[in-house]
């Protein structure tokens, strides 16, 4: 199966940065759209930063310039540098990616287990 590893996660404060990474392995013909999403309790899960078709970066709205998203296409790698942390971005963060499995079939798309990021105050 195709998984999605996320690494990076911890507790630091606010005004502080912190660097999530994930991983996709197994067997994959291709990553069209790959990226991140948070989800904190009690909370919906929304788009932080995607790396779409044509390397087109798309923010969610309430990144507001703070965080960069980088793709490595060789290593099935996407990272997320997040910078001028605040408490509201306390979150699980997920990574996500459209995976082409063979040639000829759409992208199928999955999650990783998610990272914990904690922003003290």
């Known amino acids: 199966q195709v998984q999605l590893v996320e690494s990076g996660g911890g507790l630091v404060q606010a005004g502080g940065s912190l660097t999530l990474s994930c991983a996709a392995s197994?067997?994959?013909?291709?990553?069209?759209?790959m990226g991140w999403y948070r989800q904190a309790p009690g909370k919906q899960r929304e788009l932080v930063a995607v790396?779409?078709?044509?390397?087109?970066?798309n923010y969610g709205p309430f990144v507001k310039g703070r965080f960069t998203v980088s793709r490595d296409y060789a290593k099935n790698t996407v990272h997320l540098q997040m910078n001028s942390l605040k408490p509201e971005d306390t979150a699980v963060y997920y990574c996500n990616a459209d995976v082409i499995i063979g040639g000829g079939d759409p992208p199928r798309n999955f999650w990783g287990q998610g990272t914990q990021v904690t922003v003290s105050s």
């Open positions: 790396v779409e078709n044509g390397n087109i970066l």
């Open positions: 197994g067997y994959i013909f291709g990553i069209t759209d």
